[in-house]
């Protein structure tokens, strides 16, 4: 239990600290960096929780993929001049509210404790089977067939849209 | 403090969706406005899968593809259009884009 305890808060440590090199750095491939130390602690987090399929999609797709793209656009992007720039806009007043919002909801459970979340309570499922994978695999395709299948063609339409918009001339 | 329990994870995923957020309001670099996106969705990831394990239930983390397939296709087309804005108007400033505005 106490190393579960230490690694939590050594990925935890990862995620916001990640998190927030990424929206303050001036350099945008400083910036894509830390965001991948920051996903990669959200990934720790999965697999302490035994989601490991979750893991292997979240190293392979988030950091394997998105972030590739990410810094190809980055890349293919000239960021030189915007770099020179200001880096933040005047909008840090709608941004201090919804922080002190949530902030203050945040603070006001944790300050009674945990008995202030109520949870409900676990059904008779259990998550003792064959492994996560494949208890995962029965879930998504028998349970959730028709929004796979929905999502499929959403990630169609997504790559049709983003090749007619980055084409110079269809 | 040390047995882990789900409001940690849920603290965590707040803390996760506010620094998305500040990132989405206060940068006006575009590639940084879809980082910060991104932090937001696996705030929501985080809180999807440690209420699955809470609840010994698996949709929470069938749930949680369908968010990561999501973030798939924003990212995508998200930098899709940023070319094409690049291409046309040579600023990645999301305050210098103001066709729309009189």
Same mark, same amino acid.
């Given at each position: ?10 990925? !935890? ?37 035994? !989601? ?27 960021? =030189? ?56 695999? =029965? ?18 339409? !997504? ?12 | ?102």
């Amino acid at each position: 239990m106490l190393t579960q305890a230490i690694f939590f808060y050594i990925f !935890a440590a990862m995620v916001l600290a990640g998190g927030v090199l990424t929206i303050t750095r001036r350099n945008a491939v400083h910036s894509a960096m830390f965001l991948i130390v920051s996903l990669m602690g959200v990934a720790g987090l999965y697999l302490l929780q035994q !989601a490991e399929f979750l893991f292997a999609v979240q190293i392979v797709l988030y950091i394997g993929g998105i972030m590739v793209l990410f810094l190809f656009v980055i890349m293919l992007v000239n960021l =030189d001049q915007a770099a020179l720039q200001k880096q933040f806009n005047g909008q840090w007043l709608i941004a201090l509210v919804c922080v002190a919002l949530v902030g203050a909801q945040v603070f006001y459970f944790f300050s009674k404790g945990a008995g202030a979340f109520r949870i409900a309570t676990p059904g008779v499922t259990t998550l003792l089977g064959p492994g996560n994978t494949e208890m995962l695999a =029965d879930v998504l395709f028998s349970e959730y067939l028709l929004p796979f299948e929905i999502a499929s063609i959403l990630l169609l339409v !997504a790559v049709v849209g983003s090749v007619v918009m980055a084409k110079k001339r269809i | 403090m040390y047995p882990i329990t789900t409001a940690h994870y849920i603290a965590l995923s707040a803390a996760l969706l506010l620094i998305g957020t500040v990132g989405v309001l206060t940068r006006r670099n575009i590639v940084i406005i879809l980082m910060s996106i991104e932090l937001i969705l696996n705030a929501v990831n985080i809180n999807l899968v440690a209420f699955s394990q809470a609840l010994h239930n698996l949709n929470g983390q069938v749930f949680a593809i369908f968010v990561i397939t999501d973030a798939v296709a924003e990212a995508a087309v998200g930098l899709g259009i940023l070319i094409a804005l690049f291409r046309n108007k040579e600023t990645v400033l999301a305050d210098e884009v103001d066709l729309l505005k009189w």
